[in-house]
C-alpha cells in the first residue's frame, strides 16, 4: 500500500518511520511519502493560509497548494483504487469498520487540515477525479490532522495481510464483531491480593468463551451501550441497552 501524507508540519508524520509502520515500511509493505505543502506555494513567504470568505474567526488552508499537490501525486495515474482522506473534526466518525475498508485501497493521500480547516472547493475538485473522504477520530478538537492521519494509519495498516504477526488477535479483538474485548490476566495466578478468575485456570474451554463473552457484553453495555445490540443476552436476562 501505497501512503502520501499532504501537511504543514511533516515533522508531525516522524512516528511512521517507528514501531509497526515502520517495520513495514522497511519490508516493503508500505511506501511511505511525507510531503511538505509549502513546496506547492510560490509566494516568498510559502503561504498556505489566509482568511476565510464571509468573516469570521482563524484561518483557511487555500486551495492552490492542495490543487498543485494532487495534480503532482496523480500526474502518473493512480488514481484507480487511491482514496484521499481528510482529516477533520466535521468529518464522518473514524470506525473498525471504516478502517476495514480503507485497508482495501491500494493508495491512501491524506490531506491534513489545520486552522479553521481547508478550501472546500479542494475537496469538491479532487471528488470530480477520486474518492474523497472526510474522517474524524473523534468528537473533540485537535491542532490539526496529521495525529488523526497517524491514529487512521496505524488502525488501517495492522489490517494489511502479513502486517500482524498473529492474525488470531485480530478477530479477537475491541471492536471486531461489535463487542469490547473481555479482560485479560497473565501469571501470577495471585497479585497483590487479586485473583485471575477461577474458570480461566480451568481449563474447559466452553466455559472461558462462554465467561469471556458474558464479560464483553457486560462491558459493552457499560461502557458503550451506543455499541450493544439489544439482542445481547446476559444471565438470561437481556441487558437494557440504548436504541
Ligand atoms: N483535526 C482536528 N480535530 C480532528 C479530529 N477530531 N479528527 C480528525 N481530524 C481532526
Same mark, same amino acid.
Given at each position: 500500500?501505497?501512503?502520501?501524507?499532504?501537511?504543514?508540519?511533516?515533522?508531525?508524520?516522524?512516528?511512521?518511520?517507528?514501531?509497526?509502520?515502520?517495520?513495514?515500511?522497511?519490508?516493503?509493505?508500505?511506501?511511505?511519502?511525507?510531503?511538505?505543502?509549502?513546496?506547492?506555494?510560490?509566494?516568498?513567504?510559502?503561504?498556505?493560509?489566509?482568511?476565510?470568505? /464571509?468573516?469570521?474567526?482563524?484561518? %483557511?488552508?487555500?486551495?492552490? *497548494?492542495? &490543487? =498543485?499537490? @494532487?495534480?503532482?501525486?496523480? $500526474?502518473?495515474? /493512480?488514481?484507480?483504487?487511491?482514496? %484521499?482522506?481528510?482529516?477533520? *473534526?466535521? &468529518? =464522518?466518525? @473514524?470506525?473498525?469498520?471504516? $478502517?476495514?475498508?480503507?485497508?482495501?485501497?491500494?493508495?491512501?493521500?491524506?490531506?491534513?487540515?489545520?486552522? =479553521?480547516?481547508?478550501?472546500?472547493?479542494?475537496?469538491?475538485?479532487?471528488?470530480?477525479?477520486?474518492?474523497?473522504?472526510?474522517?474524524?477520530?473523534?468528537?473533540?478538537?485537535?491542532?490539526?490532522?496529521?495525529?488523526?492521519?497517524?491514529?487512521?494509519?496505524?488502525?488501517?495498516?495492522?489490517?494489511?495481510?502479513?502486517?500482524?504477526?498473529?492474525?488470531?488477535?485480530?478477530?479477537?479483538?475491541?471492536?471486531?464483531?461489535?463487542?469490547?474485548?473481555?479482560?485479560?490476566?497473565?501469571?501470577?495466578?495471585?497479585?497483590?491480593?487479586?485473583?485471575?478468575?477461577?474458570?480461566?485456570?480451568?481449563?474447559?474451554?466452553?466455559?472461558?468463551?462462554?465467561?469471556?463473552?458474558?464479560?464483553?457484553?457486560?462491558?459493552?453495555?457499560?461502557?458503550?451501550?451506543?455499541?450493544?445490540?439489544?439482542?445481547?443476552?446476559?444471565?438470561?436476562?437481556?441487558?437494557?441497552?440504548?436504541?
Amino acid at each position: 500500500m501505497r501512503l502520501d501524507y499532504l501537511t504543514i508540519f511533516p515533522d508531525y508524520l516522524a512516528p511512521l518511520q517507528l514501531s509497526l509502520p515502520g517495520k513495514a515500511v522497511a519490508s516493503g509493505l508500505l511506501d511511505v511519502h511525507v510531503h511538505d505543502l509549502r513546496q506547492w506555494t510560490h509566494d516568498r513567504h510559502r503561504t498556505v493560509d489566509d482568511t476565510p470568505y /464571509g468573516g469570521g474567526a482563524g484561518m %483557511v488552508l487555500k486551495p492552490e *497548494p492542495f &490543487g =498543485e499537490a @494532487f495534480d503532482d501525486l496523480f $500526474a502518473g495515474g /493512480g488514481l484507480e483504487g487511491a482514496t %484521499v482522506v481528510v482529516t477533520t *473534526p466535521s &468529518g =464522518e466518525p @473514524f470506525t473498525q469498520e471504516l $478502517a476495514r475498508e480503507l485497508a482495501t485501497r491500494e493508495r491512501l493521500v491524506f490531506a491534513c487540515g489545520r486552522y =479553521e480547516g481547508i478550501d472546500q472547493r479542494v475537496l469538491d475538485h479532487a471528488r470530480t477525479l477520486i474518492e474523497v473522504r472526510e474522517v474524524s477520530i473523534g468528537d473533540y478538537v485537535l491542532n490539526g490532522g496529521e495525529v488523526a492521519a497517524l491514529a487512521i494509519t496505524e488502525a488501517v495498516v495492522r489490517l494489511l495481510p502479513g502486517f500482524m504477526g498473529n492474525a488470531a488477535s485480530l478477530v479477537e479483538e475491541s471492536h471486531e464483531g461489535g463487542l469490547l474485548e473481555h479482560p485479560v490476566y497473565t501469571k501470577p495466578a495471585s497479585w497483590r491480593g487479586h485473583d485471575v478468575p477461577p474458570v480461566l485456570l480451568s481449563g474447559d474451554h466452553g466455559a472461558i468463551a462462554a465467561w469471556r463473552h458474558e464479560q464483553a457484553v457486560r462491558r459493552t453495555a457499560e461502557r458503550r451501550p451506543d455499541l450493544a445490540h439489544p439482542s445481547q443476552v446476559l444471565d438470561g436476562v437481556e441487558v437494557r441497552l440504548a436504541q
